[in-house]
């Protein structure tokens, strides 16, 4: 071990014009197969007010449980393969217009933000478990000097009850994880940076 | 069962706490409970790769992006994103932001009463190299008052976002200038308890980029996070 990880600063309140261009809202495609959902929420501050100029990040698998990563071919398929072939392996899924699994979308003046995409499929713990089907959240905002790290899972799944990540948190703020059925296919997941329901965030 | 490796956590005081009250946005927006430690899963050190999306090569020169040239002091910004163990990050996406040289950013947020440019963005992107080399032609920023406390100014600093290979190693920082009297007294630069890391957010001023009658070079070096040396095992 060498050097020491750059040390993290805020997103300030100006990251539009620096992240505009890749901003992802719908995750979907002509080629991506799986359950269509659409996550909508609201970032509130200690005060209840909304967060006007926050941005979330996710990351997520596809619906066989897949992350279009080498390491996810590695770790899932079990095959070892050298690093050139793994390459290779993930254009070529991209090639055939799998899925990305990246979103970003900004926060509106109400705090809220809205994007579509489809269930993830389970991936594999550490201890070789599988984990409930969940999606990976980045919270970055004028005033966090750090991103906040959290978890997006799903309502009337069984597999919550046995998770990896969602056994390490106190039974009374799970629901913080949980999105809510709203109709069909939308769900609601709000994100609370403090207070009496604040999000569980990990420590990434 | 096949060896797993998560990514290495900071070292105490090299990343800032969330809740750093002279920073007086995150009063109300610093998490109060303690994080839960999440120990690493596959959604953790896989991450997005950009390196099949369109990047407009002009993109990197912010100078460029008008039919006129932006006014200010023109500046080269290079370095390489490598992780702990000096390991490239390549062809990973860097984004870049900041205000033109009057100190304003063209964002209707920004109410600075400083002028706008016509030939200045402010933004750009680029993907590091196989070695992790990145480069951008831009302006030197100006500093610009905020309304944290009185007569508060931001030292000049440009935005960075990075990737790197893992959902891990997701990084946005600012990068500073060398000599601006403005470091001491800004509540962001100096929220990083360690000072040597904190530090290595001032760039260096560098002959070796720095281009005859043309820009002065500025290096920044941007490290991420590194690979666990012990896999955890069931």
């Known amino acids: 071990m060498g050097a020491q990880a750059t040390t993290s600063q805020t997103v300030g309140p100006f990251f539009q014009i620096g992240l505009a261009r890749f901003y992802v809202d719908d995750l979907t495609g002509r080629a991506v197969t799986g359950e269509t959902i659409e996550i909508e929420g609201r970032v509130f501050d200690g005060d209840g007010q909304p967060v006007p100029d926050g941005v979330i990040e996710t990351w997520q698998a596809d619906a066989q449980g897949k992350y279009a990563h080498p390491e996810s071919s590695e770790e899932q398929d079990n095959i070892q393969r050298n690093d050139t072939q793994a390459k290779e392996h993930m254009q070529g899924r991209r090639g055939q217009g799998s899925f990305w699994g990246f979103g970003r979308v900004p926060t509106q003046a109400d705090g809220s933000f809205r994007f579509k995409t489809i269930k993830p499929g389970r991936v594999t713990a550490p201890d070789g478990t599988l984990q409930a089907p969940h999606i990976a959240v980045s919270v970055f905002t004028r005033g966090l000097m750090r991103r906040l790290v959290t978890r997006i899972y799903f309502p009337d799944e069984p597999s919550n009850a046995e998770d990896f990540a969602l056994k390490l948190v106190e039974a009374g703020r799970r629901h913080t994880l949980i999105a809510k059925k709203v109709r069909g296919s939308r769900l609601e997941w709000n994100v609370m940076l403090q207070g009496k329901d604040e999000t569980v965030f990990f420590d990434c | ?234």
């Open chain 2, 1 to 234: 069962m096949a060896k797993f490796r998560g990514y290495r956590r900071a070292d105490p005081g090299t990343q800032p706490d969330y809740l750093h009250p002279p920073y007086v946005s995150s009063i109300k927006r610093a998490p109060s409970k303690p994080l839960v430690y999440l120990p690493h899963t596959l959604s953790e050190v896989t991450g997005p790769s950009f390196d099949s999306s369109p990047i407009d090569v002009k993109a990197s020169d912010l100078t460029r992006q008008h039919h006129g040239e932006p006014l200010g002091e023109r500046i080269i910004v290079s370095g390489r994103v490598l992780d702990e163990d000096g390991r490239p990050a390549a062809h990973t996406l860097i984004e870049v932001w900041q205000a033109n040289a009057a100190g304003r950013y063209r964002h209707n947020v920004d109410q600075h009463n400083a002028p706008l440019d016509p030939n200045f963005e402010g933004s750009g992107h680029t993907l590091t190299d196989e070695h992790g080399n990145f480069r951008f032609i831009t302006i030197r920023p100006g500093a610009y008052p905020w309304r944290n406390h009185y007569n508060a100014w931001r030292p000049a600093h440009i935005h960075f976002s990075v990737f790197g290979p893992a959902f891990a190693t997701r990084l946005i920082t600012q990068m500073y200038f060398p000599g601006d009297a403005l470091l001491p007294f800004d509540p962001i630069f100096n929220c990083t308890a360690d000072e040597k890391a904190r530090n290595r957010l001032i760039s260096l001023f560098d002959w070796e980029t720095t281009v005859c009658e043309q820009a002065l070079g500025y290096k920044f070096d941007i490290i991420l996070s590194g690979r666990d040396s012990t896999p955890w095992e069931k």
